[in-house]
């Protein structure tokens, strides 16, 4: 029914999560950023901005012609609409879910994708990048770790896709600099979330058996490609 266009990174994870969860019948893409698979035409008309996840719904609801989405926040909240899952039904807790999506879409994204970058991407030391920036990783572990003092999931009772959303990125915590065992709301959340069997299953694919140090691109055609572009 979907096809998924995915990297090995915390964006396309929390797609598959979510497909996992779901049930659905998905066929997985794998796009190689480092080469630029990202960049040819074809996935151009896919995602205009040239990143990773993108699913294709071959059985949109609508009408009879597939449905694209790009942006993760966006693909998680089209699933949850389409099959009426993963998303509180009353307006509270619904708002609440969405606002953790976009704190994770505008804030712990970014972030925590410009703490790894200047920790193990950049060509020579920058040592205000790193600081910056993993400070504010933990900040925002903080934030959440305050919020999930008297919650069980992040909106409230019912495991959502805020949780999906928010889960892969805290996977790099540790690698960001976070404290480990500083934030222990945080680590009841992350043991509960990582115990559940569809993301169990994913991460032994992908997180739990890959060799991410063998696969950093980081030489220098890989580097002119991810972030040496300006269009
Ligand atoms: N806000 C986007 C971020 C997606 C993103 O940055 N994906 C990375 C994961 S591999 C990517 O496409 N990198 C390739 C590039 O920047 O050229 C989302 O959540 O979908």
């Excluded at 598959?16 to 969860?21: F, G, K, N, Q, S």
């Excluded at 190689?32 to 151009?44: A, M, W």
């Excluded at 949850?80 to 807790?93: C, F, I, N, T, Y």
């Amino acid at each position: 029914m979907y096809d998924v266009f995915v990297a090995r990174s915390p964006a396309p994870w929390k797609v598959l999560i979510a497909l996992e969860e779901i049930g659905a019948d998905f066929v997985e893409h794998h796009i190689n950023p480092g080469v630029g698979e990202q960049l040819t035409p074809e996935f151009k008309k896919l995602n205009p901005n040239s990143k990773i996840p993108v699913l294709v719904d071959n059985a949109p609801l609508d009408r009879d012609e597939p449905y694209v989405v790009f942006e993760s926040g966006a693909i998680l909240l089209y699933l949850a609409e389409k099959h009426g899952q993963l998303m509180p039904e009353d307006m509270r807790h619904r708002y609440e879910a969405i606002q953790w999506i976009m704190w994770q879409m505008s804030g712990l994204g970014p972030i925590f994708g410009n703490a790894r970058h200047f920790r193990h991407f950049a060509p020579e030391p920058v040592p205000y990048g790193i600081t910056r920036f993993s400070r504010e990783c933990s900040r925002l572990c903080s934030v959440l770790d305050t919020h999930l003092s008297d919650r069980e999931y992040i909106a409230g009772t019912a495991y959502s896709m805020a949780d999906i959303c928010v889960f892969p990125w805290l996977l790099y915590a540790q690698s960001n600099g976070v404290d480990e065992g500083a934030y222990p709301n945080l680590d009841r959340w992350f043991a509960m979330i990582d115990a559940r069997p569809a993301v169990q299953r994913l991460g032994a694919r992908t997180w739990k058996t890959y060799d991410y140090a063998a696969a950093t691109p980081v030489d220098d055609a890989a580097r002119q490609i991810l972030f040496g572009r300006t269009r």
